[in-house]
């Protein structure tokens, strides 16, 4: 069984920046790729970053976020970081990690396995 446990977030101004972490415990080598989701308020759950565990593939959203996320990872820490600069108020929302244990990076929530409790990132203007 795999457990990720998400760190890092809470309430900064619009502009700010913001690291959250994941951490992969359990079965890390049981995990193919890690991803980034969110949720805001009355809205469904939205990917944001997604990452290989094993090579250098990555896979953004949309404009949104690109060129201002950052997907990296630390594989002897078994974390994965979600780096967020230029932080805007419609960023505020439940920050989730998941992991898939096969197949390539993918965007889609129901392609992955395990996820984290999710972690709440608030933006004020």
């Known amino acids: 069984q795999v457990q990720l446990v998400e760190s890092g977030g809470g309430s900064v101004q619009a502009g700010d920046s913001l690291r959250l972490s994941c951490v992969v415990s359990g079965r890390p080598f049981g995990v193919n790729s890690v991803a980034w989701f969110r949720r805001a308020p009355q809205l469904e759950r939205q990917f944001v970053a997604a990452?290989?565990?094993?090579?250098?593939?990555?896979?953004y959203a949309d404009d949104s976020v690109k060129g201002r996320f950052t997907i990296s990872r630390d594989n002897a820490k078994s974390t994965v970081y979600l780096r967020m600069n230029s932080l805007k108020p419609e960023d505020t929302a439940v920050y989730y990690c998941?992991?898939?244990?096969?197949?390539?990076?993918?965007?889609?929530?129901?392609?992955?396995?395990?996820w984290g409790q999710g972690i709440r990132v608030t933006i004020s203007s």
């Open positions: 998941a992991a898939k244990p096969t197949g390539g990076i993918s965007r889609w929530n129901y392609d992955y396995t395990y």
């Open positions: 990452t290989s565990w094993s090579d250098d593939n990555t896979l």
